[in-house]
Every structure is written in structure tokens, then in C-alpha cells.
């Protein structure tokens, strides 16, 4: 079974397979949702603080992991700064590190990102176009530098770690590599599970390539934090999904920690009709601890004190399926449950239809804004 898993991988990636018109529908929607989009970009970049520190602090081991994983990651920060947005050009590196981040860029550990997989730049098999390819790579530049400014990030601090533990050069390498695609996981179309090769797997899970993994880092660290084969494997599973469930706590609230869609809907089964089981621990909360600390706990440090809603967009409250941030009812809720299920695209086609009727109402300015791009919806509502 194992030797025909590999063959039909190894037939896989000399042969790859892929329609045009999938690889149109999501690039499609990179480009409609998050392309050009400074928000999304900048969101990105969370991934290195709520699993980046978790995982370094649980390889470091020990009282001071979290705090020593934090110290090496904003030193490797300071000197991709100082590097000009790459940090082997920083006259702090030494001659090992210049050459670790010389062999992550040459392993294609670091700039080989989600966002260059959703734009199809990269082994898709179909038939490579440079014109395509450049405007698509345009387009995605801003994803793609910070999750490769994640990447490069991680990758620096976790070489740094590893050699403080007394791994060699090459071992170091190897053991940062490792734990940059533990972090922020491996998006080549290679790497995925063979199930997710298919053109109707493709279309169905555009956007879902973070939720596979996240979902895998959770459940599997929770499996070995209790089955693990010995007290150091426990321990160090124990330590990553504590640390990435607390640093989800912290900045995206209890509101945006795994399981939050899940507690709320077995909540609701025990309420009476009408109560919202989110407002009622909200208003628990503030009878509890005052105003500002329940504001604090439920909406992260950082939404509440910028005043913007982040829980969705830097946690993971619901598991797979979103849910609305509006009560629906009828065709409305058909139609957004619909989008969960079928993907990303088809709201892409919903959206333009439900604009052009707008348009036909006379609500022009509404319809434009919501047939238009994200990055120039976010333009229009500012």
C-alpha cells in the first residue's frame, strides 16, 4: 500500500495534472478577494506570533521557551528590517546564518508561499504562460512578501535556536526548515494530501488550504499531547496547542479561539428562544470583570483597542464552515451556506448578479461597490 502511494505520487509530480479553467476559477478568486489588498496582507502576518512563537517556545523547552521564541523572533524582525526586507543582507548576520538563509531560499522553504499557489504561479499542469504568470505574480506581490517576511522571519530565529542547543550548521538548517513548514505549513500542490489533487477538490477548497492544515496542527498536537509515545513528544504537543490556543486568546479575544462557533451553538440548545448565547457570555463577562477587561477577553487586545472586529479574521472561532456575521433568513441564508459549501468563486457570480440588480434599482454607488474587488470595496467604504 505504501509503495503504490509513492508511486502515484512520484507519477503526480513528473506528470502533473490540472485544468485550465480550475486554475482560472482560482486565481480568479486570489484576485477578486485578496490581491492587491494591504488588509489581508497585513492580517497574514499574524501567523508568526499565534503559531510561530508556540512552536519555537515548545523546540526550545523549558520556563523561558515563550519568552526566549519571542526574543529570537524579533531579532530575526530587526534584521530583515535592517536588510532592506531581506535578512541575510544584515550586517548583524553571521557567515552560518547568511548561508541557513541562503539554503531556505534554495529549498524553496521560504518563498515558495499560499499566495503564489492561489495565483498559479507554480507546477499546476497547465501550460505556463509568462505574461499571465508576471501579471498574476504583480498582483499577489504584497501576499506573497509577508507571508515570505513570515517565512524568512521564523526560519532566521529558529536556525538561531537550534544552533543554541548545540545542532551543527547543517542540522540547524535541517531543524529550522522543519519547524518554518510546522509554522506556516507547505502550500505546494505537491505536498497536499492526494485527494486535494483533483480539479473538483481545487475548486471546492480554494481558501481552504490554511483551515486543512491549522485543523491537522490542532488535532494532531491535541492527539499526542494524550497519546504521545513519550513524556518529551507529549510535552512538547501539550506546549504548542496551549501556546497557540493562548495567543489566540490574546489577539483575536475568546471570540476568535478554536471551538468558540462550536461552544456557542451547544450553548444555544440550553438558552431560551431569542437569546443570543454570544451576548449573554458577553454580558456575563462585563458584570464579572468591568467593561474593559471583558472587552479585552472577548475581542483581543489588538481589536479592541484599534475598535475593529479581528476575531474572524486572525482567529479561527468556526472550524470549517464561516458563520454569518448577520442574522439571515430564507433565500439569503440558502444562498450564504451555499457559498460555504460549493467555495470561494460562485460568490464572485452571486456578487455581480446581486449588483447589476442594485444598479437596476438606481443604487448605483451600492451596486459598483459590491460587484467591485475586495481592495476596491475597501476603497469605496472608507
Known amino acids: 500500500m ?43 502576518l499574524s501567523q508568526t506570533v ?11 523547552g523549558g520556563a523561558k521557551g515563550f519568552a526566549r521564541a519571542g526574543a529570537q523572533l524579533m531579532g530575526a524582525l530587526k534584521d530583515f528590517t535592517l536588510g532592506g526586507g531581506q535578512a541575510e543582507r544584515s550586517r548583524h548576520l553571521t557567515e552560518d546564518e547568511k548561508r541557513a538563509m541562503d539554503a531556505g531560499y534554495r ?8 499566495s503564489h499557489d492561489l495565483a498559479g504561479i507554480g507546477e499546476t499542469g497547465v501550460e505556463y504562460r509568462p505574461g499571465r504568470a508576471k501579471v498574476m505574480a504583480a498582483i499577489s506581490w504584497a501576499f ?3 507571508e515570505r517576511l513570515n517565512r524568512e522571519v521564523t526560519f532566521l530565529a529558529a536556525y538561531r535556536i537550534a ?37 473538483t477538490a481545487k475548486a471546492l477548497l480554494v481558501f481552504r488550504n490554511y483551515n486543512v492544515n491549522m485543523l491537522y496542527r490542532l488535532f494532531r498536537d491535541t492527539h499526542q499531547a494524550l497519546h504521545g509515545e513519550s513524556k518529551e513528544i507529549r510535552r512538547e504537543a501539550l506546549t504548542q496547542l496551549s501556546g497557540i490556543t493562548a495567543m ?5 479575544g475568546i471570540k ?55 476575531s474572524g479574521r486572525v482567529g479561527m472561532p468556526d472550524l470549517w464552515f464561516r458563520s454569518p456575521d448577520r442574522q439571515l433568513e430564507g433565500e439569503d441564508s440558502y444562498n450564504y451556506w451555499l457559498g460555504q459549501v460549493v467555495g470561494a468563486a460562485p460568490g464572485i457570480v452571486e456578487n455581480m448578479l446581486r449588483g447589476i440588480g ?11 461597490e459590491t460587484i467591485a474587488p475586495t481592495f476596491i470595496t475597501n476603497l469605496m467604504r472608507a
Not at 499565534?50 to 526550545?60: F, T
Not at 505537491?190 to 483533483?198: A, D, G, N
Open 50 to 60: 499565534i503559531i510561530g512563537v508556540p512552536v519555537l517556545a515548545a523546540y526550545h
Open 163 to 199: 544552533r543554541q542547543k548545540g545542532l551543527d550548521h547543517e542540522g540547524a538548517v535541517l531543524k529550522a526548515g522543519d519547524l518554518t513548514w510546522k509554522t506556516h505549513f507547505d502550500y505546494q500542490n505537491t505536498s497536499r494530501p492526494r485527494m486535494m489533487h483533483s480539479d
Open 248 to 252: 489566540m486568546m490574546a489577539n483575536a
Open 107 to 114: 529549498t524553496g522553504i521560504i518563498d515558495r508561499t499560499q
Open 256 to 310: 476568535g479561539t478554536w471551538m468558540f462557533g462550536i461552544a456557542m451553538v451547544l450553548a444555544g440548545f440550553f438558552l431560551d428562544d431569542g437569546d443570543d448565547p454570544e451576548q449573554e457570555l458577553k454580558k456575563a463577562m462585563v458584570e464579572a470583570v468591568g467593561p474593559m477587561m471583558a472587552g479585552l477577553a472577548m475581542d483581543g487586545i489588538p481589536g479592541y483597542l484599534t475598535d475593529t472586529s479581528l
Open 144 to 146: 506573497h512578501h509577508a
Open 358 to 368: 442594485m444598479i437596476k434599482e438606481g443604487k448605483t454607488y451600492r451596486g459598483v
Open 2 to 44: 505504501v509503495a503504490n502511494e509513492i508511486n502515484k505520487r512520484h507519477e503526480f509530480i513528473m506528470n502533473p495534472t490540472g485544468s485550465s479553467a480550475v486554475q482560472t476559477t482560482t486565481s480568479a478568486a486570489f484576485t477578486y478577494y485578496l490581491a492587491v489588498s494591504p488588509a489581508a496582507a497585513l492580517v497574514n
